[in-house]
């Protein structure tokens, strides 16, 4: 690592931890030692610790003598009094001694302790681990529950409609219809539900019926409770699912799915017109597998849905599995808390990889032109997944599906990310494979030649006008609001777009299109900046 490299660190990002310590720095005495930094920045996956640089932004360079000529007996007493095998490095920099101390992450599923308390950096201190950190530490080294033996379960307490999914599942997954005829006991072998004669939780999960469910696992239940509105107490509906998990999700869904709760919405394409669910059947079934399979039964709470005309909230126990974040969750591969289970519904069809239900779920919501899953609530105790109902861009969901339907070869997730965060006028950030990808087929390109600014190709404003219904003005039944987002969704994809061009763009007229230009400056969602002649509409501190 270079010494400019090192000066553009950021604390919390990257872990680090500047201190000048121009002569000296204590080794464990107090928290602010090398010991408590030491032993806090382990516990939130490794990072650096670095003397010679100023603690203020921005870092400057201002020497230390600190445990110079000592290095290596100093990696010698850290592994000695806290069992971590950190590594040191000497840069100098006109003269300037900077010492780095790479320290590396803590042991899976271990927290470490400096004066018998697990720390952590908040800010400048150096604090008592929360609740939250500590549980999500701990559980990285919980052990498969689903492959233990559930005590007293028999082959009688198995749900006889269950078995026949399973077996009707593994013989298609298999590609063997033979599969089909084979006696249980060999299914239960070949999946491992059943060791030396006993049946594990995974087969309770998988094919239990309600009552040996309620006897041996009461918390493997989901709860779905429907409200009209988010101010509601009493719910309007609930509905309590005890199942075998082979025909839960079955049941589950058509309690969602129900008219009056899922209804349709409508996208119009000239004379076409689109209906799409509120909530997408594969998106909701995927999310409710992940509950139920990637939940910790050490909790007592049941899988929760709560259920709104807008929304849909599912909330399970026992946060993200080990490794995973709200920020990692569609690139990594995670190690799933009941392995045992999550291979048996591999094996069978039912999901696909660890992880790709996930993938699903983003990827479908992009086709929708709904806002993306939201984990946002998530945290140690528990993972909130949220999914919304509202369709942002009619023209948008036109847009992606028709270029999705024209391909052999479709535009995976991480490229539908990159078209919706173009159409959102983001142009910064964003993965250079999927940019030269769609640039290349001329699917973004530059607002201006040789501009940093991305926009969408030509296609999408022309799918503008038709889903907005915008043709001369206010007519065919479009309403104010239409015409209004209209007119701010080509503002935030065209800055320094004039009234002119506007009106070339929508096919309105001048008049109209100044109209509600006043309108969304009124609202200070808008902005004109420079001369009338050359200046332009931007969004409101953009």
């Known amino acids: 690592m270079t010494i400019q490299e090192l000066i553009h660190l950021r604390e919390s990002e990257d872990k680090v931890e500047f201190k000048q310590a121009k002569t000296q720095f204590a080794y464990n005495s107090g ?3 090398v010991l408590g930094y030491v032993s806090a920045i382990a516990n939130e996956g490794g990072g650096y610790l670095v003397f010679g640089i100023k603690e203020a932004s921005p870092h400057e360079v201002c020497g230390s003598l600190a445990f110079e000529g000592k290095e290596g007996k100093l990696e010698q007493d850290v592994y000695r009094d806290l069992k971590v095998r950190i590594k040191t490095e000497t840069l100098f920099d ?28 908040v800010g400048e201190s150096l604090t008592r681990m929360s609740d939250e950190m500590y549980l ?4 990285e080294q919980e052990p498969d529950f689903s492959e233990k033996i559930c005590e007293g379960l028999t082959f009688e307490d198995l749900d006889r409609e269950a078995i026949e999914v399973m077996k009707e599942r593994y013989a298609k997954k298999q590609e063997n219809p033979a599969f089909r005829m084979l006696p249980d006991m060999q299914v239960f072998i070949d999946l491992e539900l059943v060791q030396n004669g006993k049946l594990n939780y995974a087969a309770l999960l998988l094919l239990g019926t309600r009552k040996a469910l309620r006897q041996y696992l009461p918390n493997a239940a989901v709860t779905v409770e429907y409200r009209l509105n988010h101010s509601m107490i009493p719910y309007t509906a609930r509905q309590e699912f005890q199942e075998p998990l082979f025909t839960l999700i079955d049941k589950i869904w058509a309690y969602i ?17 689109y209906d799409i669910k509120s909530f997408n059947e594969e998106v909701v079934r995927e999310a409710i597998i992940n509950a139920c ?35 990692n969750i569609l690139i990594i591969n995670s190690r799933p808390r009941s392995k045992r289970l999550t291979e048996v519904l591999q094996k069978t069809g039912f999901i696909e990889r660890s992880g790709q239900g996930v993938d699903k779920m983003f990827y479908l919501c992009l086709m929708e032109s709904k806002p993306l899953p939201d984990f946002s609530h998530t945290d140690a105790t528990q993972v909130d997944l949220r999914l919304k109902a ?32 173009v159409r959102q006028g983001i142009s910064t950030d964003l ?16 607002q201006k030649p040789k501009s940093k600014k991305l926009i969408l190709c030509d296609l999408y404003y022309d799918l503008i006008k038709q889903s907005g219904g ?24 065209n800055d320094n777009i004039n009234t002119k061009q506007i009106s070339e763009l929508l096919n309105m007229p001048l008049r109209t299109v100044e109209r509600y230009l006043a309108k969304l400056k009124a609202e200070n969602l808008i902005e004109f900046r420079g001369i009338p002649k050359t200046g332009g509409y931007y969004l409101k501190n953009r």
């Open 431 to 446: 993965p250079e494979l999927s940019v030269a990808k769609l640039q290349r087929e001329g699917l973004i390109k530059p």
């Open 31 to 33: 928290r602010k030692s």
């Open 293 to 327: 399979v990637h939940r910790s039964y050490k909790f007592s709470d049941d899988v929760f849905i709560k259920q709104y005309p807008d929304e849909l909230i599912i909330t399970n126990a026992g946060g993200f599995p080990s490794g995973v974040s709200q920020e």
């Open 390 to 421: 509202k369709i942002i861009d009619n023209a948008f969901y036109l847009f992606v599906n028709k270029i999705q339907g024209d391909r052999m070869d479709k535009l995976n997730v991480f490229d539908l990310l990159t078209l919706d965060r």
């Open 94 to 121: 006109d003269g300037k001694r900077i010492l780095i101390i790479k320290i590396p992450s803590r042991p899976v599923g271990k927290v470490l302790y400096f004066e018998d308390v697990p720390l952590m950096r």
């Open 136 to 139: 999500s530490i701990i559980q």
């Open 470 to 493: 915008v043709s001369g003005g206010v007519s065919g039944g479009v309403s104010v609001s239409d015409i209004e987002k209209t007119i701010f969704e080509v503002i935030r994809n």
């Open 257 to 273: 799915n129900q008219p009056a709760s899922n209804p349709l919405l409508h996208i119009r394409d000239k004379f076409n017109i």
